[in-house]
């Protein structure tokens, strides 16, 4: 094979790849703007996005994990829950929401099409600004370390 079939053979399959990676962001792109357009979901102080696509698989940032449990993401969340104990009807209320909308999340990603399943994966980013912005605001309680999720 001569030096410009290479080429051009390579060019080609670097372009595929280069079309290919370019249409991986514009789904994700197109699935978050699907999300922001839910109003109940676009008014809710945590913003539920996908981080990206893993074939039919999206992965989708969430503030619970099994290092961060629900109260502790409801009370980073809510900096006012962390003056009333779990068991209150408040904190319970705002724990059902959050899986409401989160659930929410999740069905309007599937409805999509191409998307069969979502995996929730820790938003380690959310809680790392947040607790920058916490270092900056005098008067708020200690941030959550999602790390070691204390």
């Known amino acids: 094979m ?3 079939r290479q080429f051009i053979a ?3 399959v670097a372009a595929l790849f280069v079309s290919w990676l370019g249409w991986r962001g514009y789904t994700v792109m197109a699935l978050n703007e699907t999300l922001r357009e839910q109003s109940a979901l676009a008014d809710y102080p945590y913003p539920f996005r996908v981080l990206r696509v893993e074939g039919d698989t ?3 940032s969430t503030l619970r994990s099994p290092r961060v449990d ?3 993401a409801m009370r980073e969340l809510f900096p006012d829950l962390r ?3 779990e068991t209150s009807r408040e904190f319970r209320r705002a724990e059902q929401e959050y899986a409401r909308l989160q659930a929410r999340a999740s069905e309007t990603v599937t409805a999509s099409g191409s998307i069969r399943r979502v995996r929730w994966e820790l938003d380690e980013n959310w809680y790392y600004l947040n607790n920058m912005e916490a270092r900056r605001t005098p008067g708020h309680a200690a941030p959550i370390n999602p790390a070691t999720g204390s």
């Open 2 to 4: 001569s030096d410009i």
């Open 10 to 12: 390579v060019m080609i």
């Open 58 to 60: 999206a992965v989708m």
């Open 70 to 72: 629900t109260a502790r």
């Open 83 to 85: 003056r009333i104990p």
